[in-house]
């Protein structure tokens, strides 16, 4: 599959070395530090527009604040797939600049109208650059998939597990004002204090029942 990546930071470079190495065809937009980042990894680097118009996906990797210009930019076409990775971080990563009544997804959304948009935030860039996604127990960390176009979030959920992730469909784009806040706590907790590597799982039993309707009033402790 030919991709675009926009965004040639941390995370944009280890998904371009990660995907490349799953055989997808991989150009990097923007820049002197796409151009830079593309002669390291062996691929190619254009304009942003010049890359969108070579692909069939466009991965979104740019911090939140340059989301708007990146994709006036670029100008994904009319049903285009976008893969938002991109969470609403403040610049000093201290929190998140929206959420809960909107997301960085739809904001993604709001600035690419005719496009698919599918927000599924990856593992940290660190852990896709080690090359190995296993943790405890062999698992792989779990990476969830929000969009309202079916189709489109079956191609991200492949190039998830092309990654070596586990994709988890979360619904329609507007989960995403869920997800972003989780992944902020992954955040939090991997750098308090000492850098750790950590991910988030989602554990099912196959073999279950549905689970029971959540309670709506509070438990009383019987007298």
Same mark, same amino acid.
């Given at each position: &599959?030919?991709? $675009?990546?926009?965004?040639?930071?941390?995370?944009?470079?280890?998904?371009? /070395?990660?995907?490349r190495?799953?055989?997808h065809?991989? +150009?990097?937009?923007?820049?002197? %530090?796409?151009?830079?980042?593309a $002669?390291?990894? !062996?691929? !190619?680097?254009?304009?942003? $527009?010049?890359?969108?118009?070579?692909?069939?996906?466009?991965?979104? *990797?740019?911090?939140?604040?340059?989301?708007?210009? $990146?994709?006036? =930019?670029? /100008?994904?076409?009319? /049903? &285009? #797939?976008?893969?938002?990775? +991109?969470?609403?971080?403040?610049? =000093?990563?201290?929190?998140?600049? +929206?959420? @809960? =009544?909107? %997301?960085?997804?739809?904001?993604?959304?709001?600035?690419?109208?005719?496009?698919?948009?599918?927000?599924?935030?990856?593992? @940290?860039?660190?852990?896709?650059?080690?090359?190995?996604?296993?943790?405890?127990?062999?698992?792989?960390?779990?990476v969830?998939?929000?969009?309202?176009?079916?189709?489109?979030?079956?191609?991200?959920e492949?190039?998830?597990?092309?990654?070596?992730?586990?994709?988890?469909?979360?619904?329609?784009?507007?989960?995403?004002?869920?997800?972003?806040?989780? &992944? &902020?706590l992954?955040?939090? #907790?991997?750098?308090a204090?000492?850098?750790? !590597?950590?991910?988030?799982?989602?554990?099912?039993?196959?073999?279950?029942?549905?689970?029971?309707?959540? %309670?709506?009033?509070?438990?009383? *402790?019987?007298?």
């Amino acid at each position: &599959m030919r991709l $675009a990546i926009i965004g040639a930071g941390r995370l944009g470079t280890a998904l371009a /070395r990660r995907l490349r190495e799953s055989g997808h065809e991989i +150009v990097l937009g923007g820049g002197s %530090s796409a151009q830079e980042a593309a $002669a390291l990894l !062996d691929v !190619d680097a254009a304009t942003n $527009a010049e890359a969108v118009e070579r692909s069939e996906v466009l991965v979104l *990797t740019v911090p939140f604040a340059e989301v708007e210009p $990146a994709l006036a =930019d670029a /100008r994904p076409a009319q /049903r &285009m #797939i976008v893969w938002s990775c +991109v969470n609403a971080l403040k610049p =000093d990563l201290t929190g998140l600049a +929206v959420g @809960f =009544d909107t %997301s960085a997804a739809e904001e993604v959304a709001k600035n690419a109208p005719h496009a698919h948009v599918v927000s599924a935030i990856p593992p @940290f860039a660190e852990a896709l650059q080690n090359g190995d996604l296993r943790y405890e127990q062999g698992l792989t960390p779990s990476v969830f998939v929000c969009g309202d176009d079916d189709s489109a979030k079956r191609v991200v959920e492949r190039l998830v597990r092309d990654l070596g992730a586990q994709p988890v469909d979360a619904g329609p784009l507007r989960a995403a004002r869920l997800v972003e806040p989780a &992944m &902020m706590l992954l955040i939090g #907790i991997a750098y308090a204090g000492v850098p750790r !590597d950590v991910g988030l799982r989602l554990l099912e039993r196959t073999h279950a029942t549905s689970p029971p309707a959540p %309670s709506t009033h509070a438990e009383r *402790t019987p007298t």
